[in-house]
């Protein structure tokens, strides 16, 4: 079973029709419960909106952030996408007083305001639409999508403090983003996979099959 994880976040229902359509044979369930997480074999944390919106839902004294925080720990594969990606870091200035679960160290940080494109044109924040992303080394869940552009939702990005977590850059006029981190069972992504047609559907399937 892989647990789709229900914080209150939305985009769930999208996330899980991917997943099936990705081809996977496992059962999609999406989950409110800590117990599911306990007995899937994999973690999916999809969110967007707000970060202290995630962080209330997902504390890491909660019941649902702790057993989050156990099944990382355990080794059990988890996919994080857009908030999921970024709950995974210590805070964000988007929410300050709000933790993360401090799985990696770092922070969330706003996309640059004045970042500007080849033309000089200011971009806008938040950056919507496609991207292409340029993947660092190479990794089983996301080198599975052959035609690396995905689409974005976003106004912040993860900071790690270690760069060896930074799977994937994506840029933003001179600006290099975070678009990928990963780490041993965990990989988390800013991109939108759901969202993503085809090259969504392949990093999708490649994490169901993922062993690590």
Same mark, same amino acid.
């Given at each position: 079973?892989?647990?789709?994880?229900?914080?209150?976040?939305?985009?769930?229902?999208?996330?899980?029709?991917?997943?099936?359509?990705?081809?996977?044979?496992?059962?999609?369930?999406?989950?409110?419960?800590?117990?599911?997480?306990?007995?899937?074999a994999?973690?999916?944390?999809?969110?967007?909106?707000?970060?202290?919106?995630?962080?209330r839902?997902? *504390?890491?004294?909660? =019941?649902?952030? !702790?057993a989050?925080?156990? %099944?990382?720990?355990?080794g059990? $594969?988890y @996919? &994080?996408?857009?908030l999921?990606?970024?709950?995974l870091?210590?805070?964000?200035?988007?929410s300050?007083?709000?933790?993360?679960?401090?799985?990696?160290?770092?922070?969330?940080?706003?996309?640059?305001?004045?970042?500007?494109d080849?033309?000089?044109? *200011?971009l806008?924040? =938040?950056?919507i !639409?496609?991207?292409?992303? %340029?993947?660092r080394?190479?990794h $089983?869940? @996301? &080198?599975?999508a052959?035609?690396?552009?995905?689409?974005?939702?976003?106004?912040?990005?993860?900071?790690?403090?270690d760069?060896e977590?930074?799977?994937?850059v994506?840029a933003?006029?001179?600006?290099?983003l975070t678009?990928?981190?990963?780490?041993?069972?965990?990989v988390?992504?800013?991109?939108?996979?759901?969202?993503s047609?085809?090259?969504?559907?392949?990093v999708l399937?490649?994490?169901?099959?993922?062993?690590c």
């Open positions: 079973m892989i647990a789709v994880v229900d914080a209150g976040l939305g985009n769930l229902r999208s996330v899980a029709h991917a997943l099936q359509a990705s081809g996977t044979s496992d059962e999609i369930r999406l989950v409110t419960d800590p117990r599911d997480i306990r007995d899937a994999r973690v999916v944390v999809p969110g967007q909106g707000a970060f202290g919106d995630c962080a839902a997902l *504390r890491p004294d909660s =019941p649902l952030g !702790g989050l925080v156990d %099944a990382i720990r355990a059990k $594969p @996919l &994080g996408i857009c999921g990606l970024q709950i870091f210590e805070g964000s200035e988007e300050p007083g709000h933790p993360g679960l401090g799985i990696f160290p770092g922070r969330v940080v706003r996309l640059p305001s004045n970042a500007a080849t033309d000089g044109r *200011r806008k924040v =938040p950056h !639409g496609w991207s292409p992303v %340029a993947r080394g190479h $089983p869940v @996301l &080198g599975a052959l035609d690396p552009w995905f689409y974005f939702v976003h106004s912040y990005h993860a900071r790690p403090r760069e977590l930074v799977a994937a994506c933003f006029g001179s600006v290099p678009a990928a981190v990963a780490y041993q069972n965990v988390g992504v800013q991109f939108h996979p759901e969202k047609q085809q090259s969504g559907l392949e399937r490649a994490f169901t099959e993922w062993r």
